[in-house]
């Protein structure tokens, strides 16, 4: 994708006006109820999107309705797929009529816990991210900009007689906005939660929740320091860095930079959550590593560049041995666990 299209198309957060929107993180609130899983906190919700379950349930609808785009062929669930961890698979995203971006498909599980959206953060909020998917000719469109992108996706959604009923049971209005179209999927999101892995059972005390091999991966995972970047209960600091992958690539991806505009940020991405990793091969944003074996191996091999590049935690060898890499896999597979299955496909209007 050219760099210009790719300001084009995430510019249409502005056109649709979220500035003053109050989807910004900076407007989150508690208020939807706290996960019943094991080793999740209480999911923030935006003030001007609190927690509903009928906004929750038109979001599941939308999220798996492929009339959010323009051949009415490409659904949110195109990309992010259940049966693949709400991934895709792909080494990158393919959108309307196969057009492929540049990028993996993150998953959407968890992602109520992020701080910002997209490999970049270009999204402050699930939201602005529906709102960028829709409006973005690589995924769901083939308009020509934001607003015939948005205006088009509300008329054939309210075309749907039981869509327009359910948009004024959410949100107390007749009509159907595309604001509105994307507090519905968001709701959706935010409840695709997983927790009660065993990893969450171990730390809360079940000493055999965990297998020996995990165990011993455990205490790798924090003696070589991938809790530096990888921690917390989300096992993500949120950061920004560069890890070495897509460094030699012509035209190199600028990452972060497209948002900050620092140049320290060129090439920098989002460091990522192991939560459920097991299930969202392949990896890194470009997708170019298979398995989470080979993930392991670039980190121990240590990455090759220069310190004004890379954060220099990656760079020196870690030198671990076979049954350490073995066990750091083990280990994160211990990080898979449940309640985002129940968020299944469902019978659409």
């Not at 492929?66 to 949110?76: A, D, E, H, Q």
């Not at 392949?282 to 997708?287: Q, V």
């Not at 890379?310 to 073995?326: H, V, Y």
Request: hydrophobic share 40%.
């Amino acid at each position: 994708m050219a760099r210009g299209k790719r300001r084009w198309w995430a510019a249409g957060i502005a056109v649709a006006g979220l500035s003053g929107a109050g989807w910004g993180v900076a407007r989150l609130v508690a208020f939807g109820p706290p996960p019943a899983l094991a080793g999740l906190p209480a999911v923030h919700w935006p003030a001007r999107n609190q927690f509903t379950r009928e906004r929750v349930e038109l979001g599941r609808l939308l999220f798996f309705d492929g009339r959010l785009s323009s051949n009415g062929k490409v659904s949110c669930a195109t990309c992010h797929d259940p049966a693949r961890g709400f991934a895709d698979g792909r080494k990158v995203a393919e959108g309307i009529l196969k057009r492929r971006g540049e990028r993996n498909t993150p998953t959407i599980i968890n992602a109520a816990y992020n701080r910002e959206q997209f490999w970049d953060g270009r999204a402050a909020s699930l939201e602005e991210q529906a709102l960028a998917s829709i409006s973005n000719p690589q995924e769901m469109t083939t308009e020509t900009t934001p607003e015939q992108a948005y205006a088009a996706c509300v008329s054939r959604l309210t075309a749907v007689p039981e869509y327009r009923r359910r948009f004024a049971k959410a949100f107390s209005s007749s009509e159907i906005t595309i604001l509105d179209v994307a507090a519905a999927i968001a709701s959706f999101e935010r409840t695709v939660l997983s927790g009660n892995s065993p990893y969450d059972r171990y730390l809360a005390g079940d000493r055999s929740a965990m297998t020996p091999s995990q165990i011993r991966g455990l205490e790798t995972f924090r003696f070589v320091g991938c809790d530096g970047c990888h921690r917390g209960i989300h096992f993500t600091d949120g950061a920004y860095i560069m890890s070495g992958i897509g460094m030699r690539r012509k035209p190199r991806d600028p990452g972060r930079f497209v948002v900050s505009k620092f140049p320290q940020d060129f090439g920098a991405f989002r460091t990522t959550t192991l939560r459920d990793v097991a299930l969202t091969a392949p990896y890194m944003h470009d997708g170019s590593i298979a398995t989470l074996q080979e993930v392991v191996e670039h980190y121990d091999k240590g990455v090759k560049g220069t310190d004004t590049e890379l954060d220099d935690r990656l760079m020196a060898p870690k030198q671990l041995s076979k049954q350490q890499r073995a066990d750091l896999v083990a280990f994160m597979k211990a990080l898979s666990g449940t309640g985002w299955q129940t968020a299944q496909r469902p019978v659409l209007p």
